[in-house]
């Protein structure tokens, strides 16, 4: 839970003593910031796959999440899948949200501004004709995104702040506004 | 499972049947495709925050996925997180994996090409110099993401061209290559 004494060094459940010697070690060796994420991914059945995430690289080594994370993905009946879980899409909209989430967290505990609430809902609008292959011009991904926020804490205007600069640090808004340059390699037999 | 009959409608767990009369409904009539995607967020504290994905738009009307999907996110401890679940980024690299491979069994099925495996790797480089602001001109997002596919069926080269058709309609794979705008809407109070 948030704490809200002025002086302490856990504001927003963030440890802010820890977040600036972080940042100080950073500064004193910059190889510590190369990280490298990881998903696998096994095909169960039809659009109904299985992703696991738990190793990762960062810090000068290899390291572990605390637990073995492990995600369906599928279609919907209306898209001829099973429903096992959620669309692919829809896991870039939950990342989005998190991101930006974690920023203004962060961002608001440096700034010594207390948070008690926030939420946001994602929203994506996609044609799927563009991966049907139906429409002529159409993308295949979302057109656009709508990411709308409610947050509650000590100064509406320093929140609105706070959100801005989350979003000018945030590495999914970069990925998903800008992208990424992705280069696939196959094994077949 | 896969069904290995060749004049089966069901080929790879995926009802070609109702895939190619769903694309004729579509063509029917496009409004069917349009889609909204939606995840909501709630933060928790700190880096932690929990995602749900349940509701979306499409066929138009407002429809559910059978089950509520509930995702934590969070920072690992090196990242002065408690690590209560995958960081965000990777969520965005577990997307692209299943994307992809829907598709894979998709195409397949259409081209009556019999799969028995597809497991991949997605793996993303990402400086923090760039979220951290300890970096002029490094980005916030990964700087490059790389998949290795391994596929199993019925001839490689058809394996591969499958793997090739199904990067250039994927969904994902085109938000997280070309990007999409993004809105950001801040209640604050």
Same mark, same amino acid.
């Given at each position: 839970m948030p704490t809200f004494t002025d002086?302490?060094?856990i504001r927003n459940g963030v440890d802010t003593a820890t977040l600036f010697a972080t940042l100080d070690a950073v500064k004193g060796n910059n190889e510590i910031a190369k990280f490298k994420f990881r998903a696998s991914n096994k095909w169960i059945?039809?659009?109904?796959?299985? =992703?696991?995430?738990?190793?990762?690289? =960062?810090a000068m080594q290899e390291m572990e999440h605390n637990s073995?994370?492990?995600?369906?993905?599928?279609? /919907?009946?209306?898209?001829?899948?099973?429903?096992?879980? /959620?669309? /692919?899409?829809?896991?870039?909209?939950?990342?989005?949200?998190?991101?930006?989430?974690? =920023?203004?967290a962060n961002i608001a505990a440096a700034r010594k501004i207390n948070l008690t609430e926030v939420e946001s809902?994602?929203?994506?609008?996609?044609?799927?004709? =563009?991966?049907?292959g139906l429409g002529e011009g159409v993308r295949n991904g979302f057109q656009g995104i709508k990411v709308s926020f409610k947050l509650k804490g000590d100064d509406a205007d320093k929140l609105r702040q706070v959100v801005e600069q989350s979003r000018a640090r945030s590495a999914v808004y970069d990925i998903v506004t800008n992208g990424v340059p992705v280069e696939i390699e196959v094994e077949a037999g």
């Amino acid at each position: 839970m948030p704490t809200f004494t002025d002086d302490s060094p856990i504001r927003n459940g963030v440890d802010t003593a820890t977040l600036f010697a972080t940042l100080d070690a950073v500064k004193g060796n910059n190889e510590i910031a190369k990280f490298k994420f990881r998903a696998s991914n096994k095909w169960i059945s039809g659009t109904h796959s299985q =992703g696991t995430i738990h190793g990762f690289y =960062g810090a000068m080594q290899e390291m572990e999440h605390n637990s073995v994370h492990i995600f369906d993905a599928d279609h /919907p009946a209306v898209l001829v899948g099973t429903d096992t879980g /959620p669309t /692919p899409t829809e896991y870039v909209l939950h990342a989005l949200a998190a991101c930006l989430t974690a =920023g203004i967290a962060n961002i608001a505990a440096a700034r010594k501004i207390n948070l008690t609430e926030v939420e946001s809902v994602v929203e994506g609008d996609i044609d799927l004709l =563009g991966i049907l292959g139906l429409g002529e011009g159409v993308r295949n991904g979302f057109q656009g995104i709508k990411v709308s926020f409610k947050l509650k804490g000590d100064d509406a205007d320093k929140l609105r702040q706070v959100v801005e600069q989350s979003r000018a640090r945030s590495a999914v808004y970069d990925i998903v506004t800008n992208g990424v340059p992705v280069e696939i390699e196959v094994e077949a037999g």
